[in-house]
C-alpha cells in the first residue's frame, strides 16, 4: 500500500535527485491525491513555502489536475514569494480550463527580465493552445501581432498547431 505521506515527506527532504524516488509513485490512476494536493497547496500557500509548492506541483502534475485546482493556481500566478510560475502553467495546461485564458495571456505578455528565451510566454502559449477555445485562439491571434520576435514565432506556430487540430 502506498504512504501518500511518506513520500511526500520523503520528496522534500530529498538530497539525490538522480535516485529515481519518482519510480515508487503510483501511476495509472488520475486525481487519486486529488484531497491531499489541494490541502497541500492551501498549506503551501498559507505558509508561503516556495519549497513546498514546487514538491506540491510536481505531484499534481504526476497525479493529474482538474478545474476545482484553477482558481488557486490562477492565484498564485500572481504572487511573488514562490519561484513556480513554469511548473503552475504547465498544471494549468493539463487542466485545458477556459477559465485560465486571460491570465495567461498576461502572464505571457509579462516578460521577467531573467527570461531572454521566453520560456513563461513559450509555457502559456502552449496552454492557450492545449485549451483550444476560441477565446484561447483569439488571444494567440494577439501574440502573435506583439513586437517580441520569439513571442510573435512561437505564437505563430501555436496557431498552426491548432488549425491543424480543428
Known amino acids: 500500500m502506498f504512504d501518500f505521506w511518506k513520500f511526500y515527506k520523503g520528496l522534500l527532504n530529498r538530497t539525490d535527485y538522480f535516485d529515481n524516488y519518482w519510480e515508487q509513485f503510483p501511476d495509472g490512476q488520475h486525481l487519486q491525491f486529488k484531497k491531499e494536493t489541494l490541502s497541500l497547496l492551501k498549506d503551501n500557500i ?45 498544471v494549468l495546461e493539463l487542466i485545458k480550463d477556459p477559465k485560465s485564458v486571460d491570465k495567461l495571456y498576461e502572464v505571457a505578455l509579462d516578460v521577467p527580465d531573467y527570461d531572454d528565451m521566453r520560456a513563461i510566454a513559450k509555457k502559456c502559449m502552449w496552454a492557450l493552445s492545449a485549451i483550444n477555445t476560441s477565446e484561447a485562439i483569439q488571444k494567440l491571434k494577439l501574440l502573435e501581432k506583439v513586437d517580441d520576435p520569439i513571442i510573435k514565432e512561437n505564437a505563430a506556430f501555436e496557431l498552426e498547431q491548432v488549425l491543424k487540430k480543428n
Open 46 to 90: 498559507a505558509n508561503k513555502d516556495d519549497k513546498g509548492l514546487a514538491n506540491t506541483l510536481a505531484v499534481m502534475y504526476n497525479d493529474g489536475a482538474d478545474n476545482d485546482y484553477t482558481d488557486i493556481l490562477l492565484q498564485l500566478l500572481d504572487e511573488k514569494w514562490h519561484t513556480s510560475e513554469e511548473d503552475i502553467i504547465s
